[in-house]
């Protein structure tokens, strides 16, 4: 080694004494340093002792160095820093005693505020005592934080439970009241009052703690659990933090589920449900999509932003981990529905669904961020194709089901067949979602035969054309069940009479035009006039002058023509008459205009030809038996045609289940949908 300037010896050991005189803390804690010092260089053995015996008392009045006041400065904090780390690791350390028990320490508000003092203090402190400490205290807040959070999420016992939850959530989450004023639930309606008081952020402070839902988290509850994840998150242990949270809430957000009728269920199990049963859980489903978008995952993403108001990452996973698997639950009970067996009772509860998840959707997406929002996205935009899908299917289906009815049952009399009324007030509530089905049977395949019918209607405008049409042809096949002509006609007019006036007292008007109307009652006179000629003409061939004697022959031979003919006449009404008692023309205004037509066609024949041969039989023998009835008897009888005793029918859809009971005899028809009918 060289050697060292002059002066340099002393240099170095002060250099080290200074070293050694800032760290070490103790007299042996310094002989220490020396030696290990003094093995790089022989000369540090002989620094002189750092710690010498304290001075006798007159020269500890000796002004003090600039350098020693300085360190006395430096000192002063760290003492006073040590002393507070010492005092929160005994606060610490007596909670987690034997003496303490079960007590929790958020039971009081001082012991809270002082703990979460404590536990702050100990973040970033040094030593065993003060670590320890730390996990402890970390071990605890956890432990404190699951409490508090399951505290206030006790269920509500009782039937009233689903109407508190909606109630509440209305009075605690701004704008829900409106989403949730459809909903099934009788006692809700009665609590929303009028009047939006809990509107706005002013409305949500004057609503007490009795009135907080016990699914959400009161305000006093929400800063506690603000204080805790404070001190977690400054410690680093946000991922502790977040799974506590993560499962209590998610769990919580389950069972709000399960009071809103949506239940875990398995794509198998969806299949095995009966359709009166699953038609509950569709109807449950959509509205229960809608409470829990806008109420319950709309009030947790802002409790979540309390929170953890100090650690925007945590706020995002903690949200994601609770309401991750409430959200895929009702996705998966969509999509359970869209890829299952399509038939045509299902297609409004899947529109129902469709357009509760179309209008949610945005607002789905926007309370989650980063991939869980690209996930969450992905999955309802796909369930929400697949319903469009399964729509599509669903109609399709009912379309091959009107074409493919088999009964060959003719219905007594000529009356509606349920067969119109199931197609027809199923097509009436298709206009109900034009909306969505102009949207979904775009590229729907609308090829038909049918002339400028279809010419720029909307797709659904073309879709129920189609539908109707596929109706009328089965009408015309069914009015071939019955041998009478006329009754054929009298079937046909009811029937389609009843397609168009339910084309013409709802949306459909505006969906196929007021051509279409025309058009079909064109084809309703014409039914008319058939029933008219086939009736009748029998009826007036009796009353004609063809085929008589001429009176300038024998008088006998005309009598004996006319006392023929009366009797044929006499005849052909009574049997006539006999028939159309039993047949039935259902609209009012058509029966009165069908009997103005047969008065103004035979009325005026048989009063002319009584008038003119009445004198021929009369004072002969019997002449009553032959001119049986005055025009005024005919013209009675005439209003007794057409009406049959009434018929009672019942029939309510399910959403399309129909019930059919006429007179005593009861018959069961499969279409699709199931409907009774006695005759």
Not at 513 to 523: L, P, S, V
Not at 529 to 540: A, E, I, M
Request: glycine share 8%; hydrophobic share 40%.
């Amino acid at each position: 080694m060289a050697a060292a300037a002059p002066g340099g010896q002393e240099k170095v050991i002060a250099a080290a004494q200074h070293i050694v005189k800032s760290l070490a803390n103790s007299k042996n804690a310094a002989d220490d340093m020396i030696r290990i010092l003094s093995g790089f260089d022989d000369r540090l053995t002989f620094m002189s002792d750092l710690f010498p015996p304290p001075p006798p008392a007159a020269a500890a009045v000796r002004e003090p160095s600039v350098v020693e006041e300085v360190e006395e400065e430096e000192a002063g904090p760290d003492d006073a820093r040590e002393d507070e780390v010492e005092e929160a690791a005994e606060l610490v350390e007596r909670w987690d005693s034997p003496e303490e028990g079960d007590r929790l320490v958020f039971d009081s508000a001082k012991d809270a505020g002082d703990y979460l003092d404590a536990a702050a203090v100990l973040v970033g402190a040094r030593g065993a005592r003060a670590e320890a400490a730390l996990q402890a205290a970390m071990a605890r807040l956890e432990d404190e934080f699951r409490h508090l959070l399951a505290r206030g999420m006790s269920p509500l016992a009782g039937e009233d439970l689903h109407a508190s939850l909606l109630r509440r959530l209305s009075l605690t989450v701004p704008s829900f009241a409106s989403s949730a004023s459809d909903l099934d639930c009788p006692s809700f309606a009665s609590h929303t009052g009028d009047g939006d008081e809990s509107g706005g952020a002013g409305g949500r402070a004057s609503v007490s703690d009795e009135e907080i839902s016990p699914y959400l988290i009161s305000p006093d509850t929400v800063g506690a659990l603000r204080g805790i994840a404070d001190v977690m998150l400054r410690a680093g242990y946000g991922p502790e933090l977040c799974q506590v949270y993560g499962e209590m809430r998610r769990d919580t957000l389950m069972e709000c589920l399960a009071v809103l009728g949506v239940d875990k269920m398995s794509l198998e199990e969806v299949q095995r449900v009966e359709w009166g049963v699953l038609d509950g859980k569709m109807k449950k489903w959509i509205q229960a999509l809608k409470v829990v978008v806008r109420g319950l995952l709309a009030e947790e993403r802002r409790i979540c932003n309390q929170i953890f108001a100090a650690d925007a990452e945590a706020e995002e996973d903690c949200f994601t981990e609770a309401a991750k698997g409430c959200v895929l639950q009702l996705l998966n009970f969509g999509d359970a529905i869209a890829i299952g067996k399509r038939s045509s009772e299902k297609l409004f509860r899947i529109l129902g669904m469709y357009e509760a998840l179309d209008e949610v959707l945005p607002e789905l997406e926007g309370l989650f961020s980063g991939d869980a929002r690209d996930f969450i996205k992905e999955e309802a935009v796909g369930i929400l194709m697949r319903l469009g899908d399964a729509v599509r299917g669903t109609v399709a289906e009912f379309a091959n089901a009107i074409q493919g009815e088999t009964s060959r049952r003719a219905l007594p009399g000529g009356e509606i067949h349920p067969l119109t009324r199931y197609v027809m007030n199923y097509v009436r509530l298709l206009a109900d979602y034009s909306r969505s089905l102009n949207q979904l049977l775009e590229d729907w395949d609308t090829e038909l035969e049918n002339g400028g019918d279809n010419v720029n209607m909307t797709p659904l405008g073309q879709c129920v054309l189609i539908l109707i049409t596929h109706l009328q042809a089965k009408i015309e096949e069914k009015s071939k069940l019955y041998e009478d002509e006329a009754l054929q006609n009298i079937f046909l007019m009811n029937n389609l009479l009843y397609i168009v006036q339910k084309v013409k007292d709802s949306e459909l008007k505006t969906l196929l035009g007021d051509n279409w109307i025309r058009q079909r009652r064109g084809q309703i006179r014409r039914y008319s006039t058939g029933y008219l000629r086939s009736s009748w003409t029998r009826v007036l061939a009796c009353l004609r002058d063809d085929g008589l004697p001429q009176t300038m022959g024998s008088s006998s031979a005309l009598k004996g023509s006319l006392k023929e003919r009366f009797k044929n006449f006499n005849l052909a009404f009574e049997e006539l008459y006999k028939t159309q008692t039993t047949w039935k023309v259902v609209d009012p205004q058509l029966r009165e205009e069908l009997k103005i037509s047969i008065s103004e066609k035979v009325l005026p024949a048989y009063r002319s030809f009584v008038g003119r041969f009445r004198g021929q039989l009369e004072g002969g023998r019997n002449s009553a038996r032959y001119i049986k009835y005055n025009p005024e008897d005919l013209e009675n009888q005439y209003s007794l045609l057409l009406i049959k005793k009434e018929t009672i029918v019942n029939y309510y859809i399910a959403p399309i289940i129909m019930y059919l009971s006429i007179s005593d005899h009861e018959v069961v028809l499969q279409f699709h949908y199931t409907f009774c009918y006695d005759s």
